[in-house]
């Protein structure tokens, strides 16, 4: 478990903007010498085996190169997603509808007074929850009406990047299937 990573890359094959191909993002992957490289969905989730803690870095650099643009990139060892997972406060809720409950990646964690500037945005049937590497959104209405999610997804102060109960559960499967 100690050598499986996840990758969340921000703003990938989003609305025809910084179009990448899994399969030659695999590649490129595996080019880099990490194993067990597999994406879920085209959005830029990543699971494999291997590199190093300076692994974002390469990877940033060599998508420039390669691709011609670098996204932001959202790198965990395997425990470290787990128990962001973990810390979720809705699972329940995305376990019976995913699409209704995102979990938002930071780059920093919000301050007090962040915090409680979005939790005011919140809809009466929204929750929201903070912790010090991801934000926990129910948003029962969806999340295409949410106030609340689009001014998290706009954060100007540090980069975040969303994914859905369902996904970041399948992320999660996906991983589990690399051999430790």
Do not use: C, W
């Not at 921000?10 to 903007?17: L, P």
């Not at 590649?27 to 969905?41: P, S």
């Not at 949410?146 to 954060?155: D, G, I």
Request: zero cysteines; hydrophobic letters at 50%; charged letters at 15%.
């Amino acid at each position: 478990m100690n050598d499986i990573k996840i990758l969340l890359l921000r703003g990938v094959n989003v609305g025809g903007a910084n179009r990448l191909p899994m399969p030659e993002f695999r590649q490129y992957l595996t080019e880099l010498r990490l194993t067990h490289v597999q994406t879920h969905i085209q959005s830029g989730n990543v699971v494999f085996a291997g590199g190093d803690a300076d692994m974002d870095a390469a990877i940033s650099a060599g998508m420039k190169l390669r691709f011609g643009f670098a996204p932001r990139l959202f790198f965990y060892p395997l425990a470290d997603f787990a128990a962001i997972l973990a810390a979720n406060p809705y699972q329940a809720y995305g376990a019976a509808n995913g699409a209704l409950v995102h979990l938002y990646f930071l780059s920093a964690p919000f301050s007090p007074d962040e915090a409680a500037h979005l939790t005011a945005l919140a809809a009466r049937d929204e929750s929201i929850t903070f912790s010090p590497r991801a934000a926990y959104l129910h948003a029962p209405s969806g999340i295409g009406r949410s106030a609340l999610a689009e001014k998290l997804s706009q954060m100007k102060s540090f980069d975040v990047t969303a994914r859905n109960y369902t996904s970041v559960s399948a992320i999660a499967a996906l991983a589990a299937t690399i051999p430790a």
